[in-house]
Nanobody, 120 residues
Framework: VQLQASGGGLVQAGSSLRLSCAAS????????MGWFRQAPEKEHEFVAG????????RYADSVKDRFTISADSAKNTVYLQMNNLKPEDTAVYYC??????????????WGQGTLVTVSS
């Protein structure tokens, strides 16, 4: 699986951004798709995940009610709509493909990351 993330940028607190992840490869529907992030000097963090079917949607508590993950299977693209962004959301965001949204360690294919910077 090859993944290409895009959509990051510099925004002010309270703003919105939408990240996109274009996926290619065989048997994409067999994978769970997820977004992770890594802030400076912090550990890699699971943000959101789902199956291509739209089921098994899961969010980190820190983004619940602000972020929405979705997928367009016709375009092989997964999105992360981020609303009401906060400075603590500043990080490099990665999309990933894996086995289960309930097992972050199962995500083995990664995109290159896109930087989101939220100013206060």
């Amino acid at each position: 699986v090859q993944l290409q993330a895009s959509g990051g940028g510099l925004v002010q607190a309270g703003s919105s951004l939408r990240l996109s992840c274009a996926a290619s490869g065989r048997a994409l529907s067999a994978y769970a798709m997820g977004w992770f992030r890594q802030a400076p000097e912090k550990e890699h963090e699971f943000v959101a995940g789902m199956k291509w079917s739209g089921t098994s949607i899961r969010y980190a508590d820190s983004v619940k009610d602000r972020f929405t993950i979705s997928a367009d299977s016709a375009k092989n693209t997964v999105y992360l709509q981020m609303n009401n962004l906060k400075p603590e959301d500043t990080a490099v965001y990665y999309c990933a493909a894996g086995g289960s949204v309930y097992s972050p360690a199962s995500f083995g294919s990664w995109g290159q990351g896109t930087l989101v910077t939220v100013s206060s």
